[in-house]
């Protein structure tokens, strides 16, 4: 074995290939052939989108696992824990498990050379295959039609809501962002899409693929009545649901979906009333809207995009404070800061901007210059995350809150520091 630690393997991952994003299946497809990997004995659903991938993921897994089912998952990024992204039955992949997953990749590919995440992907499904899976869920990392996860055709796909983002990869616009996310799609494979708007690209690939295409609105609906909410697909009604676990006005939305694509399933892996509320009353997924309880409650939101920010200000507004709204945000260098400002603006009275190191890292100069420019006076600027949350806190008076924005870096960072 070429290294013993997990962290040792990560860090020679990171300097393997001469591009950490590199998107394309040729390299990171001829390796998983090496290996024998195409062609799962479980069932799969692949989840793509902009916002709500991780969020719907973890509701497909709590719910088919209160359904008895053997599920494993594969998510990025991770937000303390690179074991994060590989889970068998609910429990991370552990150390060894993961060194020994890296060194099969490392044996197959030769003299391939494999991107961080290809690396890591190869891992992921090698360990879900010897896991003997009724199902695996799958997230998309970036995109989806030339995203390593894009190797293993699905037996439903996913589709969450589409917005920009990782747009030097993607495209400027929702259009061409949408026939990068249909890239999952397979003819005669189920696919739905949670985007109540979806972008017409999304809906031509569908029809040209001949992949059946469920849409929220036209092909399945929900509404909320108070403490429960109801669905209706195409085969299937269910009535006096329970509001998901994971706050958000939007998870409701996102649960709607989740249940579309499970009834594609229905012959394969059934679920029943008390399989969906048993998994929409346990699900549970950090970072999302995350309220953590105190004198001084803080939220953690690891949205890093404006459709992400319009989210968050919703869900702000949704649930009031009667005190002051102090923000504590930073943000990798490639993102809409300024689209992120102007959607959180109404909701902000006091602004905590942080830098944030590591790769595509960002100081706090350019965030702290768009406010400015938009004429926002009350700003402090940090070096790091954790000074921000402590001045933040430390500010902050029975009645307030205070919330962590921007990427999973800054949630995580956040979350070192005690309160």
């Known amino acids: 074995m070429r290294y013993q630690t997990l962290a040792e393997w990560l860090a020679w991952q990171e300097t393997l290939h001469p591009k950490a994003i590199d998107l394309g299946l040729e390299r990171v497809g001829e390796v998983l052939g090496r290996m024998g990997l ?13 916002n709500g991938k991780g969020s719907s993921v973890a509701m497909l897994d709590a719910i088919l696992r209160a359904a008895g089912y053997r599920v494993g998952t594969y998510t990025s990024p991770h937000l303390l824990r690179y074991n994060e992204r590989v889970r068998i039955n609910g429990v991370e ?26 690396f890591g992907t190869l891992a992921a499904l090698d360990l879900l ?7 695996a869920v799958l997230e998309v990392g970036m995109g989806g039609r030339l995203d390593a996860v894009n190797l293993i055709d699905a037996d439903v796909a996913l589709i969450t809501p589409i917005d920009v983002d990782h747009a030097e990869w993607l495209g400027p616009d929702r259009e061409r962002i949408a026939r990068e996310k249909a890239g999952i ?24 693929l001949g992949t059946p295409l469920f849409i929220l609105g036209r092909d399945y609906e929900f509404g909320v009545d108070g403490q429960q909410w109801w669905w209706r697909g195409t085969l299937q009604r269910r009535e006096g649901l329970p509001l998901p676990a994971l706050r958000g006005v ?10 579309m694509a499970l009834e594609q399933l229905t012959a394969r892996v059934p679920v029943y009333q008390q399989d969906v509320r048993a998994g929409l009353l346990s699900v549970q997924l950090p970072g999302r809207f995350q309220v953590l309880p105190g004198s001084v409650p803080r ?37 809409d800061a300024a689209g992120v400002v102007t959607e959180l603006t109404p909701q902000v009275d006091s602004w905590y901007v942080a830098g944030l190191n590591g790769a595509r890292g960002s100081g706090h100069a350019r965030l702290t210059a768009i406010l400015q420019a938009a ?25 307030d809150r205070v919330v962590v924005f921007g990427s999973f870096r800054t949630v995580a960072a956040a979350l070192t520091v005690p309160v």
């Open 38 to 50: 195409g062609r799962p004995s479980h069932a799969v659903i692949t989840a793509a989108g902009t």
């Open 93 to 118: 992949a552990s150390d060894a498990a993961l060194c020994a997953a890296f060194d099969r990749v490392d044996r197959a590919r030769g003299d391939v050379s494999l991107s961080y995440f290809e």
């Open 129 to 135: 295959e010897r896991a003997e899976l009724d199902i």
């Open 185 to 208: 799609f397979r003819p005669h494979r189920p696919a739905i899409c949670s985007d109540p708007h979806p972008p017409q690209a999304l809906l031509a690939e569908a029809e040209r």
């Open 250 to 259: 939007s998870q409701t939305r996102n649960a709607a979906g989740v249940l």
């Open 299 to 335: 939220i953690l939101d690891v949205g890093h995009n404006p459709h992400a920010a319009a989210e968050l200000a919703r869900n702000l507004a949704a649930w009031p404070c009667s005190g002051k709204t102090r923000l504590v945000i930073a943000m990798l260098g490639d993102k």
């Open 375 to 399: 004429g926002i006076a009350s700003v402090q600027a940090f070096d790091q995350v954790e000074d921000a949350c402590r001045q933040a806190h430390a500010e902050a008076q029975a009645g």
